[in-house]
């Protein structure tokens, strides 16, 4: 079975070096707060280009902490994609806030600014772009409509760790004042805060749970460091009621360790997404029945997603994605249930529709960063085999 992911690769390239750094933790017995974690928020600030990086004990939680800092409360609304994992809009739910789905594109399959535009309310306090699959949101347009509505930007970047925001020829629609000032920045250093997952399968991923927040304000990341240890800066003096959210130290070493490496290994993602596009198009697979991800630049290929087409296609996406496991191939779906599909959120809000179309068509193939050509060559072949029935 050839697995969607397979973390053994990038592992072993670095192994050495990982059994010293965590015996060295184990040997210093710090495992809360040790110095380890302070050196990879600074690394991480300064390979994300941002002034202030904060460690946290999930993605999740790297939301909710934004959220608070940002000063959204309950009442307040907060637009976001339909087409994202629960996290997204859970973080917004959680503090009593609503969740207000603006639908995606269908090119980049990221929220579209045009239906930010179309959500936006006098209750609404800030949108929560997420960068899917590792291809950056069109940050150029909803960093205006943010600020000409007076809106907190919060990116979603927990699938978008080492991306790189382009204008894209003049494809984004946002004044040159503005993609001056945004063009070659990375994800996270474009809106007001930034929320990063480590979650082992992300492309930089720890080895159990962890998170990031990233932030140019003093103020701000001053609110989440508090936030993060119980709502205190000083020990037994809590001034908010706020969360036990740090992250260990022995994810923190590994987080240091991998991160010198996280381009490289992006490099290999979109290497490797480009071979598959190739070999698709090799094997005569139709753009009519498969659509396969655009490489645009700064996209760093968290998935491979190809969407199936239902009007064109013989099967359906998960009779599709059943062949190819029973021909040893096991693939993923993200999303097949839309947030606001979701039976928490259930009568609440109309589907979006193209996001909801795009659910019951997508799949991604396996991918990682050290994948060899022939793994790749196994699994176009069987997806040409299953297709074909």
């Known amino acids: 079975m050839i697995p969607p992911l397979n973390l053994s690769p990038e592992i072993d390239e670095i192994r050495e070096e990982l059994e010293r750094k965590l015996w060295r933790v184990i040997s210093d017995a710090a495992f809360i707060r040790g110095r380890e974690v302070q050196e990879f928020e600074q690394a991480a ?3 994300l280009g941002v002034k202030h990086a904060i460690g946290l004990n999930s993605g999740t939680d790297a939301l909710v902490i934004s959220l608070r800092a940002l000063g959204v409360k309950p009442g307040d609304e907060v637009i976001t994609t339909p087409f994202s994992f629960f996290a997204t809009a859970e973080s917004v739910s959680v503090l009593g806030a609503k969740p207000v789905f603006a639908d995606i594109d ?3 399959l990221n929220i579209s600014p045009d239906a930010i535009e179309a959500c936006i309310t006098p209750k ?7 960068h899917l699959f590792g291809r950056p949101c069109n940050m150029g347009r909803i960093t205006e409509i943010a600020r000409r509505h007076q809106l907190a930007v919060l990116e979603d970047c927990a699938q978008s ?3 790189v925001y382009h204008s894209r020829c003049g494809e984004c629609g946002c004044s040159s004042e503005t993609k001056a ?4 920045l990375k994800t996270g250093a474009l809106g007001d805060m930034a929320a990063f997952s480590f979650f082992p399968s992300k492309n930089l991923g720890a080895f159990g749970d962890g998170g990031l927040i990233a932030t140019n304000s003093d103020a701000l990341a001053a609110t989440a460091r508090k936030l993060h240890v119980h709502g205190a800066d000083k020990k037994y003096h809590n001034e908010l009621v706020g969360y036990n959210s740090r992250l260990d130290t022995i994810q ?7 991160l010198p490496h996280v381009d490289r290994w992006n490099n290999g993602r979109r290497t490797a ?3 598959y596009t190739m070999m698709l198009e090799q094997h005569g697979l139709s753009p009519e029945l498969l659509t396969v991800p655009k490489v645009i630049p700064g996209h760093v290929f968290h998935q491979y997603t190809l969407r199936l087409r239902k009007n064109s296609a013989r099967i359906t996406r998960d009779e599709l994605v059943a062949r190819l496991k029973v021909l040893g191939v096991h693939c993923m779906v993200y999303y097949p249930v839309p947030q606001d599909m979701l039976p928490v959120y259930e009568g609440q809000y109309e589907p979006c529709p193209v996001s909801r179309t795009i659910a019951g068509e997508v799949f991604s193939l396996p991918l990682w ?8 060559e196994q699994v176009v072949q069987a997806l040409k085999k299953a297709l074909k029935g």
């Open 369 to 376: 960063p050290l994948m060899t050509m022939h793994t790749q």
């Open 161 to 163: 760790f080492g991306a």
């Open 181 to 184: 000032a945004l063009q070659g």
């Open 273 to 275: 997404a480009q071979l």
């Open 124 to 130: 609404t306090k800030a949108i929560i772009p997420v």
């Open 45 to 47: 600030a300064d390979y």
């Open 252 to 258: 923190a070493a590994v987080l240091q360790l991998k």
């Open 106 to 108: 269908e090119d980049s």
